[in-house]
């Protein structure tokens, strides 16, 4: 029985992205209800306007803000910031564990840091592969080699499991399901009282429209697979005229320059600037279909029974395609416009998809994550 507050183990929970801050919110409230532990947040900041977002939604004040996102940096610049940062607040505020999500520069560099200072780290969302070390890119080797460094793995399935015991890694190894499905349900239950602003979506009109949803982002699309991917939108649109796309476009100018010339004069292809997660998750309700070459879309999608057409050459999270929620069409014009018109031309296709059972948990994830913690620096010791 803990009878003070200072007896309590200290989680530093490390984020920079918003996709980062909707996978550690649920956990960084279940280390809050903890008799064993407690959570200290620290932002690097790596998506700011984004990540502030998050953490107004999700309720979250951090104690540390690194605050190391700059206009232009590399990979490289942002890789070293983050280790350097990390090490001196390693050594102040000398924490018990280290918690990391996913596969992005903070989780790799953050955990490096850790590693430097001796401070076991967990990995939320531990095993995910393509086995391709540049697609995606930098992720792929970024997960791989924070599993290297992590002391305990949670994975979401069993094949993240058996990804990492390819790998040697068989010790402290935990199935929790995806903490991504535990915030997308909380966040399902709080819109129906919360006012969304409809202007957000410009001309879109979900009750007269199939209306699909696209992202498309990703670094290693950049060039001719966007330039594909934009052309296969246009088909789609130019072939069915019940059919509105919404495209919530990237700030980055060379998404934009693949997208803005294809789209342009066409009244039912729409894009509008990025959206918070929270009208994000009410366009994912209403839409009809989704197209992305995102990772989160892909595990979060199935819960709301929406078919994905993942538009990559591969993906780290076969489970939805496996599961028949999701399709990997590539990033040819060709093959996207097939895989949108089947589910919009063939009803007992599209409804058969919309039907999958969600592989990636059943929003308790962040519970049994928090339960392996306490064993791990608690009970066990």
Known sequence: MV??????????????TRPEAVKLAPVVHALKRSALVEPVVVLT??????LDQMLRWFEIQPDHDLNLMRHGQTLADLTGRVVSHMDKLLQEAKPDLLLVQGDTITVMAASLAAFYQQVPVGHVEAGLRTKDRYNPFPEEMARRQTSQIATLHFA????AIENLKREGIVDNVYLTGNTVIDALLETSNRLGSTEIDKSLFGKIDFEKYKVLLVTAHRRENWGEALDE?????????????DVQILYPIHKNPVVRRSFEPVFKGHDRLITIEPLDYVPFVYAMQRCYLILTDSGGIQEEAPSLGKPVLVMRTNTERPEAVTAGAARLVGVKSGTIVEGARELISTPENYAKMAAAVNPFGDGKASERIVAAIEEYLCIKK
């Open 45 to 50: 900041a790596q998506h700011r306007e984004m």
């Open 229 to 241: 991917i934009a052309r296969a939108l246009r088909t789609i649109a130019d072939e069915f005229p």
């Open 3 to 16: 009878e003070s507050h200072a007896m309590k183990k200290r989680i530093m929970c490390v984020f920079g």
């Open 156 to 159: 979401p399935t069993q094949l």
